[in-house]
Nanobody, 124 residues
Framework: QVQLVESGGGSVQPGGSLRLSCTAS????????MHWVRQVPGKRLEWVST????????IYADSVTGRFFISRDNAKNTLYLQMNSLQPEDTAVYYC?????????????????WGQGIQVTVSS
């Protein structure tokens, strides 16, 4: 069956770094655009970043541009999110998601598959 499994989350002090991974199985990873989305409890989902099938196109939310970097290793069916200069406002549950069409990265409701999410906490 389809699985997206996030790892690499945890607690870090402000200014620190974390790298999230998302390992995919049960579908043809190379055919899907991939996304990172986050959610603070009680708030709506927030799109963070998107990468196309080859990895040659990436886009970021303004709030993370220059600090977060998305990448993928198609040979390993794995998506990454390198998060640098983390701030308390980055605290959230982070989800990876897969999207076959890639036509509108902002249309979260059109994503095909979602991971279970992983907690990232930034606190001193």
């Amino acid at each position: 069956q389809v699985q997206l499994v996030e790892s690499g989350g945890g607690s870090v002090q402000p200014g620190g770094s974390l790298r999230l991974s998302c390992t995919a199985s049960g579908f043809t990873f190379t055919n899907y655009w991939m996304h990172w989305v986050r959610q603070v409890p009680g708030k709506r989902l927030e799109w963070v970043s998107t990468i196309n099938t080859s990895g040659g196109y990436t886009i970021y939310a303004d709030s993370v541009t220059g600090r977060f970097f998305i990448s993928r290793d198609n040979a390993k069916n794995t998506l990454y999110l390198q998060m640098n200069s983390l701030q308390p406002e980055d605290t959230a549950v982070y989800y990876c998601a897969a999207d076959y069409s890639g036509s509108n990265y902002a249309a979260l409701n059109e994503y095909d598959y979602w991971g279970q999410g992983i907690q990232v906490t930034v606190s001193s």
